[in-house]
């Protein structure tokens, strides 16, 4: 282990590094595919996606208060096209909560064009520029059959925002086409976002693997490596079973492994 | 009316929206006519140390007095000048640029009192006064003023000041190097950081995980590191109170320490010091949940 971080040690460095406070926009998708069902919690509660994903949001706000508390948050959802939940960014977790509870899916929707919603964020985002913010988007999409499009032309030089994705689908059937969906997302991300954006999908429906990367969502764009070569979270039991040594504690329980199904769509790179 | 250009009226005679600046020019202009009065009341006082004072400190830039009535008979004069620090540039090895500039951000307020005419002769307030912002490297408040012996003046108090100053500011900015060392030292263990204060390295936060249960570390950087150890709380990122807030441990202050390792020996102790507290933490979570 020593060795290993010596050599990244070396390369990483924080000096010339922002941090400027971030308003961060939430787009949450509206679809009936939001009402699908996650695996089973530890309740035996039947959960669903919009519930997984508004406990992940209030989770996201909570961990990100506790990092910095200039950061703020604004909400919108996402039909055919996108439209405000709740315009202006705060920091007021009351009424955050309130707005992530109201989040609700109304329809099935066909199409979905992300154009609306990149112009809201670049008219945002020359507010934050101005308080000395940087404004990020993070969609948060679940459609297994709708690719996004972006109908209006996007200028290329354009790159006010960051953008962060993620997106809970089925798995791939003949009837669905989630590796075109997330294709469409990756196209999207880069040719729209101001510093290295992260994605995430999955289709485990796993609640613990939605929290776990909504955590590292946290992650403050100006200080992001690309995303393959982000190292954490880091698991500790397998660096102290790896080198026990040089751990100055005692014997540990070795650790119960848990096989993730995460057989979703494969990353094109 | 005085409508020459030292004279408020001048500014405010032909006022035009096209001139933006007009406005800080006649508020800068009436500070400046608010300072000269009342510098005129501090000639008034007929105190010896007062005028002694005056006289001595007259030529420091940026000095700005004036008198306070407190009660009947009982005056303050008060002093405040800005305080020149001499540090090293930190960009001299990169250009041709001098390897030394000053920072005068810290003044010092003095005040004497004088009653019926006559100062006590006693030492003066002293009170050191800095932008909010510098709080985060350096805290006045926590500077400890020089002594003031009888017959002390402030043309020699002042030099002896600067040099104390200039020790624990130099101190100050060797330990952001310091706290960034740190947060650099801790990557091996615990991958890139969430988020970390880039400007003066007071704060870092790092996600990790034990197993299947993934959790945040928050990290507090104390301006007198490594003197002071950091502190740092777990958060969970799978247990939830009632209201949907994340569960949070107790802040750690009292682990192991020394001032005197190396960087990357601090990390690995306060790693072997994480792997060996998460458990804890884990099972605290669950026995709170239990209890709901």
Redesign the interface.
Known sequence: MQGEGEAYFSRYGLRGMGHMAEDILFCVDADAEMNVEMKLGTQGKGLCRLDAIKQAIILFVHSKLMVNSQHRFAFATLRNSASWLKRGFSSDIDVIGQVVRGLASSGTYPRCDLSELFRMAAAEAHQSIALNRRLRMVLIYCRSSVPIEVAMQWPDKQRLFTFDALYLHDKPTHENCPQDVYDSLVDALERVSEFESYIFESSSGSARLLFRSMCILLSHPQQRCPQDEFEAPKDISKMLAAAPHNSTSGNLPVPRRETEDNSGVPRPH | MDDSELSPCYYLRDWTVADPTRLLKLILLIRGLYLQYQRKKVEEVSDERVRFEMSTMAAIQGLEMCVTTISEGMEEVNFAFPLVLEMENPHSATNSQSSSITCSDISLQVKFPVRGGQSGGGAPQLKLVAPEGMRDVFDVDDVKLPVWPEHMCLVEYKPTLELTLQQQVREARASVRLR?NF???L?????????????Y?R?A????????F?F?V?FVLPIQFPKIQPSFTF?S??H?DA????L?SRLYQDYPWSPRWEASEMA??I??F???E??AFKRSCGDILSQR
Request: aromatic content about 14%; proline content about 6%; charged content about 20%.
């Open positions: 960034r947060v650099e030292a990557f091996p263990f615990f991958g890139h950081p969430l988020e970390v204060d880039t400007l390295y704060k936060s790092i996600l990790t995980s034990f197993g299947v993934t945040l928050h958060q990122s799978q939830f209201r949907g807030k994340p949070v690995q102790r790693f072997d994480v792997a060996e998460c458990l």
